[in-house]
């Protein structure tokens, strides 16, 4: 019984890796792209923040793998949790149902159709199709000989098909670990699809060439955040006595919405070759118990919620008077781990995971006039 167990798993788990490199033949830009993805690097094999998380939970010690529908949805056994999001998952939603704990993606069952969008093809079903012209001297392809398309799925366009996953999670004392707004999954011209999947250089497919795909390594905290930048942005104003610097988040969800990461604004004074470093700003959304900061499947309320907000913009005051040719930098970046959680989660010495990631930085000259 165990051995069938194995085999079964064995063969569905080669079956998601081998519909991967099949994809990889005619999309392999896409492909190498989604390679770096925290999409990709999902399950606990491949994402020590999740493993390090996963290996506190209460849940663990009783295997009961309740991130699964979310991390590794293939995965219906343990074996199968090595493989995280793929390429099929992504595209099969058909519908998000919406649910308290945590929304549930529906997928289709239909063999090898895939849901896309492309503006101007919005009503279009793609089947494969060979046209002969010319009296059959030249031959052109319509569609993918391994694959229909569907772009009718309006949740292809507006974002609503990331929300199966990231719209919010409760644990089991009904309190909200983690939510993004469900404003940034609401239009066609910008939501979570415009943004972490913005179009860049390189071919779609090798079959039919495009200038441009949407980017598949999806831009975020852990991977590529620069790609991100320019929809946070930084001012300085001076005034009579000190300055304010205003963070400009034109984000439609918080900055960050994990609650392990902490964001820092970090300003400097460049005076007469001379660096004055001023205050740290820190930013952090602190859940926890009783009073005391506790790990998310424990925690019930918010201790501490400083986080700059969807669509805020936040003018933090410093009381440093500028003079005439000051230089200021200032950079806003964040911590992927709570510094202070770095140790109960044994993640200390992580280099990655104890650097400052700058996601925006801007200098500003004061004049002399
Ligand atoms: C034999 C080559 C081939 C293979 C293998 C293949 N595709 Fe495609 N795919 C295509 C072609 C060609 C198109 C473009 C069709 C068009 O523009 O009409 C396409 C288009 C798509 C689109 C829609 C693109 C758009 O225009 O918005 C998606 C999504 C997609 N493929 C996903 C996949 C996935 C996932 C796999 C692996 C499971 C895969 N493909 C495997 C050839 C292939
Ligand atoms: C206007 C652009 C924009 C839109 C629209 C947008 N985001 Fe973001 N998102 C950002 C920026 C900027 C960040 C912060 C920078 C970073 O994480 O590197 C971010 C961060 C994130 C992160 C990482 C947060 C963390 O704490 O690790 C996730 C996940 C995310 N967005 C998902 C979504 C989803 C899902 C949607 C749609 C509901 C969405 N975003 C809509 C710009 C956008
Ligand atoms: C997290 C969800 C997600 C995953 C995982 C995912 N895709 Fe996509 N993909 C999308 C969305 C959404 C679009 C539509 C983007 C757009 O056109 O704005 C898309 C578009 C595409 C397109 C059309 C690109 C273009 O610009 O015309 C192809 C081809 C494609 N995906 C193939 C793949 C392949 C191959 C993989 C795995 C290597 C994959 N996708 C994994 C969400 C996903
Ligand atoms: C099947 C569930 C699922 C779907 C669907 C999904 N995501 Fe995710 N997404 C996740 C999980 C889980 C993570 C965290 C992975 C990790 O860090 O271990 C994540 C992480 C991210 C991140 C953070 C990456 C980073 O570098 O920090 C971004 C951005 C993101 N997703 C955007 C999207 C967008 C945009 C869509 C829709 C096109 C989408 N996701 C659809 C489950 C999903
Ligand atoms: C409802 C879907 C869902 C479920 C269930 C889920 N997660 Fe996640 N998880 C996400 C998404 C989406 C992200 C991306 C970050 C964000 O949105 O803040 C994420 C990110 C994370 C991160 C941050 C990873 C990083 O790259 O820094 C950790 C840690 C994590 N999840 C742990 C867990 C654990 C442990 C479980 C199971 C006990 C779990 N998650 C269950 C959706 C889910």
Redesign the pocket.
Known sequence: MKILIYILALSSLLFANADMAACKKCHPVISAEFETSMHKNSSVYDDKVHKAVWDLHPAKAKDDYKCAKCHTPNAKTAEQQHVGISCINCHTIMDVEKHAQSNKNIYSTEDKKFYSAEIGRENEKVHYKKISSMFGMSKTTVGSAYHDIDYTNEKFYN?QM??G???HKQNSHEFSV?E??????QNKE???????MPKVDGSATTVRLSAKHAFHGF????V?????????QLSLKKEATGFEVVIN??????????P??VVQLRTTIIRDAKQIELKTHTFVKVIGKDGKPAMPWAATEVLKDTMIKANEKRAIKFEETLKNGDHIEVKLG?Y?VNPKALKKLSLDGNKELEKF?I?TREYFTIGQH
């Open positions: 974002g990331c929300m996953c990231h719209s983690c993004t707004d469900k404003a940034g999954a910008s939501n979570c699809i415009s943004c972490h831009a975020g905290a852990r590529n955040p620069e790609l991100l930048s320019k929809h946070v988040n034109k984000t439609p969800h918080n900055l960050m919405t994990h392990l990461r964040f992927v990631t996601l």
